[in-house]
């Protein structure tokens, strides 16, 4: 089975453009969180969808947006980049199991090296 | 809320020494456990999990024990190799109202094995 593929692999935008990151989860996966990682602030969690809805978001501007089709792929959008953007982006999913034991595990995908000018 | 505290890094080791690498962590509910490593220039690889009290979660020479009592999952291997060198995040995964997973990391450690 494919893993998590992110495209574009890096990218370099200057100040105030926008970006499009793309994730595609593991066939079967109906869950997909992003995620940004800096050598300061370590892993934070940007936002988590199932079933094309947003269920949970962490504590980012809203310049950090994202949404997620109906195969479960999703894409997370930034706007006016800033500096501070600079990044490694992760996409994770996971089946989204419910009931009993909280046994559903994220599985990452490589990531997409930002890097704002 | 939750949160997990790991060891600071880095850490340096010869090649075939023991490795423990500390975690604990606070939690609402009853969360999974789980250790990824992140080989350079990529992104993270799930290693190991736990998903209640007492499981060992083992994988490529690597253990961690889930300990409800002391609210620790400890990373530990026998003898490491030069290729075990990355960053190593413990992380929980806790469900909340919405159903939603969330995972919760710590900061990392470096481990760096010398020949």
């Known amino acids: 089975k494919a893993g998590v593929t992110q495209t574009p692999r890096y990218l370099i935008k200057t100040r105030g453009q926008q970006v499009t990151l793309s994730c595609s989860p593991i066939s079967g996966h109906r869950s997909v969180s992003w995620y940004q990682q800096t050598p300061g602030q370590g892993l934070q969690f940007l936002f988590e969808?199932?079933?094309?809805?947003?269920?949970n978001k962490g504590n980012f501007p809203g310049r950090f947006s994202g949404r997620q089709f109906s195969n479960s792929r999703s894409e997370m959008n930034v706007s006016t980049l800033e500096l501070g953007d600079s990044a490694l982006y992760l996409c994770?999913?996971?089946?989204?199991?419910?009931?009993?034991?909280?046994?559903?595990?994220?599985?990452f995908g490589p990531g997409t090296r930002l890097t704002v000018l | 809320g939750n949160s997990v505290t790991q060891m600071e890094g880095p850490v340096t080791l010869s090649e075939e020494a023991f490795l423990t690498i500390n975690c604990t962590y606070t939690a609402t509910g009853y969360p999974s456990l789980f250790w990824y490593v992140q080989y350079p220039g990529e992104g993270l690889q799930l290693l190991l999990k736990?998903?209640?009290?007492?499981d060992k979660g083992s994988n490529k020479g690597f253990e961690a024990t889930y300990r409800k009592e002391t609210t620790s999952f400890h990373l530990e291997k026998g003898s490491v190799q030069v290729s075990d060198s990355a960053v190593y995040f413990c992380?929980?995964?806790?469900?909340?109202?919405?159903?939603?997973?969330?995972?919760?990391f710590g900061t990392g450690t470096r481990l760096t094995v010398i020949p």
């Open positions: 994770a999913s996971s089946l989204a199991l419910t009931g009993g034991l909280n046994t559903d595990t994220q599985y």
């Open positions: 736990a998903t209640k009290a007492d």
């Open positions: 969808y199932f079933s094309e809805t947003q269920r």
């Open positions: 992380a929980l995964s806790d469900r909340d109202q919405t159903g939603a997973n969330n995972l919760f």
